[in-house]
């Protein structure tokens, strides 16, 4: 008995993440075509047929691109909620839809999951919490800001995806316009590296075993300052408290370990282009 989790890619050029337990294999988001997803898969040891359903947490093509060629491909049905649905333009031959509510736990297999709305430019944007076979799971990208009811959810997660989008001084120095900059600040945005160091700082449990930071972005922000901001945060949240060990550049992801109380959390970078190590609980 298993939960497997892999991020496919994440960023601006594409966004998907894949969710597997024994019985049921879940695609969260679509931002790869069939081709580009299957060769990603086949990276962790993994195959996209035998998906069961494509969860779509909002209508921004990075998260939707594949979905056409996804869908027509696995004949699976596309779990989204209305308002989302109604901001896409579909091709006629996709017909199987199944409708979620923000706040509404469903199931799809033996997989449990709850969509909650996060603050996003979108019609309808959602974040999601898996659980399945005692394990936890939390995808949470593409917010301006952290809600109470974000850090309620990923609470006890043993997996979780969370967005660390930009550098704020690189975004204001940047060369997106003006207008692009205020979008990607605003409270609609995108998170900065600074709003998710405080988060994982003052109000992250700290259970995860596996802390994925994703949605990077490849013209506001650097791996590297990605990490640095996430390692001081967490020493500065264990110092005093918990005995801890770091090491940096582990890996083809570059991840950092954080020992603490006992047990080993690792914290690791989605890229844009290569996936995730296949994260098996």
């Given at each position: ?10 960023g ?20 790869f ?7 990603r ?22 998260h939707i691109?594949?979905l ?21 333009r ?5 017909t199987?839809?199944e ?8 199931t799809?297999?033996?997989?449990e999951?709850?969509p ?9 944007p ?13 995808v949470?990208t ?11 959810r990923?609470?006890?997660?043993h997996?979780?995806v969370f967005?660390?989008?930009?550098d704020?001084d ?13 979008r ?5 945005g ?30 506001n922000?650097h ?6 901001s996430?390692t001081?945060?967490?020493t500065?949240r264990?110092?005093?408290?918990f005995e ?14 954080l020992?603490?109380?006992g047990?080993?959390?690792e914290?690791?970078l989605a ?7 296949l994260?098996?609980?």
């Amino acid at each position: 008995m298993s939960v497997r989790i892999c991020v496919l890619g994440s960023g601006s050029r594409g966004n998907s993440t894949w969710l597997r337990t024994e019985k049921t294999r879940l695609l969260v988001d679509a931002g790869f075509g069939r081709k580009a997803a299957a060769a990603r898969l086949s990276v962790a040891d993994e195959r996209l047929d035998g998906c069961d359903a494509i969860l779509v947490s909002h209508e921004h093509q990075d998260h939707i691109s594949g979905l056409r060629s996804l869908a027509l491909r696995l004949k699976v049905p596309i779990y989204i909620s209305a308002a989302t649905r109604d901001a896409i333009r579909w091709d006629p031959r996709i017909t199987a839809f199944e409708a979620f509510t923000a706040g509404e736990t469903f199931t799809i297999g033996d997989v449990e999951i709850h969509p909650f709305s996060v603050p996003h430019d979108a019609a309808d944007p959602v974040a999601f919490t898996f659980e399945a076979e005692g394990i936890r799971v939390g995808v949470v990208t593409d917010l301006g800001y952290i809600p109470e009811v974000v850090k309620q959810r990923v609470r006890g997660c043993h997996c979780l995806v969370f967005e660390s989008n930009h550098d704020l001084d690189m975004l204001k120095v940047g060369p997106y316009p003006w207008f692009v900059k205020q979008r990607v600040m605003s409270r609609h945005g995108h998170l900065s590296n600074y709003a998710t160091a405080a988060f994982l700082g003052e109000d992250y449990d700290g259970a995860a075993q596996v802390l994925v930071l994703a949605h990077l972005s490849e013209t506001n922000n650097h791996p590297e300052i990605v990490r640095l901001s996430a390692t001081e945060a967490l020493t500065r949240r264990a110092a005093g408290a918990f005995e801890f060990d770091i090491r940096r550049d582990v890996g083809p992801q570059g991840q950092a370990n954080l020992r603490a109380k006992g047990y080993r959390s690792e914290l690791y970078l989605a890229g844009q282009d290569v996936p995730t190590p296949l994260f098996q609980f």
